[in-house]
């Protein structure tokens, strides 16, 4: 309920249904009243709470790259938030509180192109290899497709990208590694793109899924 102290012509003081008069250095003003918030600690929320802290922190680590992969479907949302939604289902393993990444499921990449099965990678001095046997029955392959590697170090957290490391029909691509790099392992990741999308021309069927390749060390 509001008051009004001096009269008809006297400023409201008090509360109106969602508003809220207040008087600020003897100007009277009205603003909403806060909303209720209510933060039950379940289990369920509370496990909630952490597997999207947990992601989002990761993920943040991608964020550069992400806003690349996901560039397709960053319509009315940005990149970052796609790939938060897609790896919430797919990125994080274990039961709360025991909640972690999951390497295999990240989803570096969306998308419709094809990607090749049975992509191996391996160490070759001081270079990661990724190798793989094209399909030409998939539906959409082209033997011009690009490829697209990451490599992280969970370690340091340092992460190598590269966009164009060769095209399909190579059936490899060759990644170099830092000097000082020897005594790491890396989870590798591989996808592929068209000349279309690494020339801006981005759509669903210009990227493929990304394919988890394994663990290098």
Do not use: Q
């Given at each position: 309920m509001a008051r009004m102290r001096n009269g008809i012509?006297?400023?409201?003081?008090?509360?109106?249904?969602?508003?809220?008069?207040?008087?600020?250095?003897?100007?009277?003003?009205?603003?909403?009243?806060?909303?209720?918030?209510?933060?039950?600690?379940?289990?369920k929320q509370?496990?909630?709470?952490?597997?999207?802290?947990?992601i989002t922190k990761f993920l943040s680590l991608f964020r550069e790259y992400l806003a690349y992969t996901y560039a397709p479907y960053a319509i009315e949302k940005t990149a970052f938030n796609v790939a938060?939604?897609?790896?919430?289902?797919?990125?994080?393993?274990?039961?709360?509180?025991?909640?972690?990444?999951?390497?295999n499921g990240f989803k570096l990449s969306k998308g419709d192109l094809p990607i090749e099965e049975n992509v191996v990678v391996s160490r070759d001095g001081d270079n990661i290899k990724f190798s793989w046997e094209m399909?030409?029955?998939?539906?959409?392959?082209?033997?011009?497709?690009?490829?697209?590697?990451?490599?992280?170090?969970?370690?340091?957290?340092?992460?190598?990208?590269d966009t164009d490391m060769g095209r399909r029909k190579d059936c490899e691509a060759i990644v170099p590694l830092p000097d000082n790099y020897s005594n790491y392992k890396f989870h590798c990741y591989m996808l592929f793109v068209t000349q279309e999308f690494i020339l801006g021309k981005v759509s669903a069927k210009s990227i493929s899924d990304s394919i988890y390749c394994g663990i290098v060390e």
């Open positions: 012509t006297s400023a409201l003081s008090g509360k109106v249904g969602g508003l809220v008069t207040c008087n600020w250095k003897g100007i009277p003003y009205v603003r909403s009243r806060p909303a209720k918030v209510n933060h039950p600690n379940t289990e509370l496990a909630h709470r952490m597997r999207f802290s947990l938060v939604s897609e790896n919430m289902k797919s990125a994080l393993g274990g039961e709360y509180p025991d909640i972690h990444i999951d390497y399909c030409e029955d998939l539906l959409g392959v082209n033997k011009y497709d690009r490829v697209v590697t990451l490599i992280y170090n969970a370690d340091n957290a340092d992460i190598r990208f």
